[in-house]
Each structure stands twice: as C-alpha cells, then as structure tokens.
C-alpha cells in the first residue's frame, strides 16, 4: 500500500523541524567543549570546523523548511539545546571529560548520520527531490566528523593516559 504524498509531507516535514532540533542540540554540546579545551588543540580545532559545518547545516534545513512554508520549532531547538548544554555541563565535572566527550561525540554523530539518511529517503519516497543535495551534504559532513573522532580516539585516550601519570587527574582533564 503505498503512503499517500500529503502523509510524506508531514513526516518529512516533521523530521526536518526535528533534524534542526538536533543541529542547534549539537552547538550546546560543541560550543562549551572547545571553550574548555587546552592540552588537545587538533580536537579543539576540528569541533571547531564541526560548529561551522553546523551552522551551514542549520541554514540548509531553513532552506528546505521554508520551501515548505514552514520553520524550525523554537520549542523543539530551545528543549534540546538545553538539554545539549547540560550534558556538556555533565562532562566538564569528570576527571576524564574529554574522553567521555569523545564517546560521547561519536555516539552523538551517529545519531546524526541516521537521521539525514531517513532524511534521505522520505525525500526520495515522498518526491521532495530538491531537497536531497542539501540533505546529502549534510550526512557527509557528519559521516566525515565521525569517521575523525573514530581515528582520533586512539590519540586522544593515549594523551588522556600520558597526561593523566605525568600530572594527575587535573592535569589530564582537558
């Protein structure tokens, strides 16, 4: 039975609002990170390529959501923007803050990369074709930022452990 357009609509456009959710969610993860960041500056660096990508992504999903006639939820974005700072706010307590934030991070860009490939194929079942080259760069910025946190986590858990015998917790921590 096939799904009727205006029903693809509403999903689609739903998804949308709550991709943009997401995407602001992801700045009050990423913004506080790369404020506190000292002993790692190739991660600071890349977080802060990541909060760029971000932003353009954010402004993709305006595009597309106003080829709809419609608008991120201010709701949606404020909800989980708080709730992407309070975990940042989680971490920063911890002795092993940029290691969690690690995990965190790549577990966070897989949540990302799902999205944009459901995304992706309401777009494609739904006949919202303009809206896939927009929605496929996004997915291969988050596919890129994952694939370096999942390069870089050796490095940064070896630095963590260096850090952590030569100066203790305090010294290791960011």
């Known amino acids: ?12 456009v739903t998804g949308l609002t709550n ?14 990170q790369v404020e506190r960041i000292v002993n790692y500056p190739e991660v600071a660096d890349r977080l802060r390529l990541h909060i760029d990508e971000t932003n353009d992504q954010i402004a993709r999903l305006d595009e597309i959501l106003a080829g ?6 201010t709701l949606k974005d404020l909800g ?30 897989h949540f990302e990369i799902a999205a944009y490939k459901s995304l992706l194929t309401m ?3 739904g006949g919202f ?12 910025e988050e596919q890129a930022m994952a694939q370096w946190i999942d390069e870089s986590l050796p490095v940064v858990t070896r630095r963590y452990a260096t850090l952590y015998a030569e100066q ?3 010294g290791a921590k960011v």
Do not use: C, W
């Not at 074709?129 to 997915?139: E, F, I, N, V």
């Open 1 to 12: 039975m096939a799904i009727q357009q205006d029903i693809l609509r509403e999903l689609f």
């Open 19 to 32: 991709a943009h959710a997401v995407e602001k969610q992801a700045l009050s993860i990423m913004t506080p």
């Open 68 to 73: 709809f006639d419609t608008s991120g939820s």
């Open 80 to 109: 989980l923007s708080l709730s992407g700072g309070m975990a940042a706010l989680g971490h920063s307590v911890a002795g092993d803050e940029i290691v969690k934030n690690s995990f965190a991070n790549y577990a966070f860009e």
């Open 123 to 125: 777009a494609e079942d």
């Open 129 to 140: 074709a303009s809206a896939t080259p927009l929605l496929q760069q996004s997915l291969s």
């Open 168 to 170: 203790g917790s305090s």
